[in-house]
């Protein structure tokens, strides 16, 4: 059974960096594909970042150039890096195995004011 529990968010000011860990257990991180996704408030859940087993990532344009995705194999667990915050980076974020369609934590909250 995958479970993957968030954490690292917060409140931040705009400009400001956090980082969000996700640990997982019941999946090898090292071999598969895994993503962060965003859900901000009244909206649907969006892809931010993800990252394949040969270690190859992807951002949505949005995020392009201020967060990074990164994973400790030997820790089995994944990072979010984020920089630059903006009020918009604002909500909910979760880690999310692609491969285990109901792979989905708790999330953990961002909330970037201006």
């Known amino acids: 059974q995958v479970q993957l529990v968030e954490s690292g968010g917060g409140l931040v000011q705009a400009g400001g960096s956090l980082r969000l860990s996700c640990a997982a257990s019941?999946?090898?991180?090292?071999?598969?594909?895994m993503a962060w996704y965003r859900q901000a408030p009244g909206k649907q859940r969006d892809l931010v970042a993800s990252?394949?087993?040969?270690?190859?990532?992807t951002y949505a344009d949005s995020v392009k150039g201020r967060f990074t995705i990164s994973r400790d194999n030997a820790k089995n667990t994944l990072y979010l890096q984020m920089n630059s915050l903006q009020p918009e980076d604002t909500g909910v974020y979760y880690c999310?195995?692609?491969?285990?369609?109901?792979?989905w934590g708790q999330g953990t909250q961002v909330t970037v004011s201006s």
């Open positions: 019941g999946v090898t991180l090292g071999l598969n594909p």
């Open positions: 990252i394949s087993s040969f270690g190859e990532t």
């Open positions: 999310h195995a692609l491969r285990y369609a109901e792979s």
